[in-house]
């Protein structure tokens, strides 16, 4: 009996607290920079794109909804020839982000993509793709090591070390 | 010729006045819940969202209304339209002031619990006519609620019956010219105020609509206008249990002087409003066991009590 009528006080007195509510349009909620929303594609430090079209985010990819088309330029180096996501169906777990081996593709604090037409919700590579770098400065798959595709010469990358001439390997 | 026409147009006016506060606490529940809970409610539509109501009554308005084809069809419609025609008619003997009555029966108090009776044949009826196995479960629990809190509704409101010697509310409200009857009547009160919370059944005595439980109870079918019409009946509920309380127990019209009758009635009233959402806001729903054993081992051995000490007390003294 008593509980009750405290709870009731107690109750009551939570009119005059403050209000937890957030008045979104005018007021926005600060969102951590590793909020997972709106998904982009970085280019890495000399302004190429750093996705090499590896699929591992459309396997990953839970809702199956990224498709993309991986290509070759003159230099051998691969690319997305189209990469497109279709927001509709997106559940922004992040996973693609955690698969990517180039830190391509990013998912950003932003949330504001409404649209009245479910199709404008398709964002193809040009939607997709941004002039900088993202989250994750001064990182370029190619530099470290790997094949020649026009970034660096055989055996100058960050991380590697010279070829060996496997002839002179003798025992 | 004259006084028909008044009489008439007192009645209309009542009835206008009551459907516009019923779809107001629609919004002023909101509000004030979340007043309680530390967030704004609506308060986007019109000035402080007051027009949240309008765009209410208008999406009710043109959402479908649908009949499940497995429903009792001419009892599925009947049932929404006993709660608002029971409800409204027990509005018939609350006079709001002086000269500010439909009807001033001397039976008016039997008459409301004549009509609140009948109420719970809509919740018996929507849950039977749905053929749905909540609604159905709602419905049987909503009886059982309605009809074991109707006796101690009855039984504590004859002591005040006894003080006033009389069951025409207008009669009850002139006896409180000396002191209102919460005060020598506080038993009374209380369990009036119990047993009207679950024959409107409010939360926390929402048991035959229990959402967490139920869906939403014996009106899990209904939609568009017929939903509606079991949403205004419930607003309709509180704001008659809150004037019968201001009437049979806080002095009915009777104020202070400087502000018109009716506006004391009004302000009695509303004050208990708030307090019906208050309790929402604050109290958790007991199981349905405890409902009834609370019914019937705790309140009604208090009213009998209430009752017999009354009794004895006005015999004693006159
Ligand atoms: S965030 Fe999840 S659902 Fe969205 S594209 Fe990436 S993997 Fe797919
Ligand atoms: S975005 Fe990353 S994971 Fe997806 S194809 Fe390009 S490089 Fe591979």
Redesign the pocket.
């Known amino acids: 009996m008593f509980s009750i009528i405290r709870s009731l006080w107690l109750t009551f007195l939570h009119m005059f607290h403050k209000r937890v509510t957030i008045e979104y349009p005018e007021e926005k909620a600060p969102l951590p920079p590793r909020w997972?929303g709106r998904?982009i594609l970085s280019r890495d430090p000399d302004g190429m794109e750093r996705c090499v079209g590896c699929y591992l985010?459309a396997a990953?990819?839970?809702?199956?909804?990224?498709a993309l088309q991986a290509t070759e330029d003159e230099n051998g180096r691969r690319y997305p020839e189209f990469f497109r996501?279709n927001?509709s169906?997106?559940?922004?777990?992040?996973?693609?982000?955690d698969?990517c081996p180039t830190y391509a593709?990013q998912?950003i604090p932003d949330f504001e993509m409404g649209e009245y037409d479910r199709q404008n919700l398709v964002y193809e590579k040009e939607d997709l793709l941004i002039a900088g770098q993202g989250k994750y400065h001064g990182y370029n798959y190619y530099r470290e090591a790997g094949v020649d595709v026009g970034v660096k010469g055989k055996g100058e990358g960050e991380n590697e070390d010279k070829p060996v001439d496997v002839r002179t390997l003798m025992p | 010729m004259n006084e028909t026409l008044k009489l008439t147009l007192i009645a209309i006016g009542i009835l206008l006045a009551l459907l516009t506060i019923a779809a107001g606490l629609i919004w002023v529940e909101r509000r004030m819940l979340a007043a309680w809970q530390d967030r704004y409610g609506p308060n986007r539509v019109g000035p402080f969202g007051i027009l949240q109501v309008v765009a209410d009554m208008i999406k009710m308005f043109f959402k479908e209304d649908w009949i499940p084809p497995f429903a009792d069809k001419s009892v599925f419609i009947l049932a929404p339209a006993i709660v608002m025609v029971t409800i409204l008619l027990s509005f018939v003997i609350i006079p709001f002031a002086p000269g500010i009555l439909v009807a001033d029966i001397n039976i008016g108090l039997l008459f409301f619990l004549a009509m609140s009776s009948l109420g719970a044949y809509s919740v018996v009826l929507g849950g039977w006519a749905s053929n749905n196995k909540y609604s159905l479960l709602g419905a049987v629990r909503g009886a059982a609620q309605m009809i074991s809190y109707e006796v101690f509704m009855g039984l504590s409101v004859m002591g005040v019956v006894i003080m006033a010697g009389s069951f025409n509310m207008t009669d009850i409200v002139l006896a409180q010219k000396n002191v209102w009857f919460f005060i020598p009547q506080f038993l009374g009160f209380v369990i009036f105020f119990i047993a009207g919370i679950a024959e409107t059944h409010r939360l926390p005595f929402d048991i035959p609509e229990a959402e967490s439980e139920l869906i939403a109870g014996y009106h899990s079918e209904y939609s568009g206008m017929k939903f509606g019409m079991f949403f205004v009946g419930e607003y309709l509920g509180i704001t008659l249990i809150s004037a019968l309380i201001t009437t049979l127990f806080f002095g009915g019209w009777l104020g202070f002087g400087f502000l018109p009758p009716v506006v004391w009635f009004l302000i009695k009233m509303f004050a208990f409003i708030l307090f019906f959402i208050l309790l929402r806001a604050s109290l958790p729903r007991p199981r349905y066991d405890q409902l009834m054993s609370f019914g019937w081992k705790i309140l009604l051995p208090l009213s009998l009590l209430n009752l017999l000490v009354t009794g004895a007390l006005v015999l004693y003294f006159t």
């Open positions: 997972r998904i985010c990953a990819c839970p809702v199956d909804c990224i996501i927001f169906r997106c559940i922004f777990c992040g996973y693609c982000e698969a593709i998912l």
